[in-house]
């Protein structure tokens, strides 16, 4: 798994894992490794290595703080694609969350460093697109109902709508009920959940963790599914 930075001394592992694509049955040649670690004020430390080079030329790596109630406070991310879509070829940026205060900072195409300011609801969630951020939201946006909420969505692919889009919806997404999931020889006790308007399902732990995602698209199914899994430490 590579990383942005090493782990340090403070920090102690509280759980990790890796997550595999196939399409229409085939492997993909993409993963997202992630890992845990606890800090001793009780804040967590969320390393993701997405890394899709031998598939669509995309790599993200990216660190992420969160408070000891679970809430972001910030993400520091290198995203490379070599397809340079949309203009993004490099991208550096902090993103700091603070009382509905965005901060960005930025080196876009190895430009200067640049930086920005947003304001966001006090009860905006934030909508990190990595599976390793997606089970509590997704579980958060089931509960909000047919009650509007601001998502809030960071965005690194595409220079117009960096650093990221702020809509008001209703939920976009159901509980189904609970299920178990089989991982090899593994079985998961886990809640699913339903999109109403695309063909997904997303299978979620006791810890908040997606264990399986299933997908459809122009009648290709793509499923994905944790391996090497320590679940996060309670």
Not at 84 to 111: C, H, I, K, P, W
């Amino acid at each position: 798994m590579r990383y942005l930075h090493p782990v340090q001394a403070h920090e102690r592992f509280v759980g990790g894992g890796r997550y595999c694509f196939t399409k229409a049955g085939a492997p993909l040649p993409r993963s997202e490794s992630w890992t845990r670690h606890a800090h001793p004020d009780g804040e967590t430390f969320i390393r993701v290595d997405m890394d899709a080079r031998a598939d669509d030329g995309k790599s993200l790596l990216l660190e992420a703080l969160q408070s000891q109630a679970g809430q972001l406070a910030r993400l520091d991310l290198r995203y490379e694609s070599e397809r340079f879509e949309g203009g993004v070829q490099q991208l550096r940026a902090t993103y700091q969350f603070d009382s509905g205060l965005l901060q960005v900072g930025f080196s876009l195409n190895g430009a200067e460093r640049q930086y920005a300011e947003r304001r966001l609801p006090a009860d905006a969630l934030i909508d990190v697109p990595l599976l390793v951020f997606r089970g509590p939201t997704i579980a958060r946006m089931a509960l909000r109902g047919a009650a509007p909420f601001f998502i809030f969505v960071p965005m690194y692919e595409h220079t117009q709508l960096f650093p990221g889009a702020l809509q008001q919806i209703q939920s976009p997404v159901e509980f189904v009920g609970d299920d178990v999931i089989l991982l090899g020889k593994r079985a998961l006790h886990a809640r699913r959940y339903r999109y109403l308007d695309r063909a997904a399902s997303y299978w979620i732990d006791a810890h908040g963790v997606i264990v399986k995602r299933v997908s459809a698209f122009k009648q290709q199914e793509t499923i994905v599914e944790i391996s090497n899994y320590v679940p996060p430490a309670s």
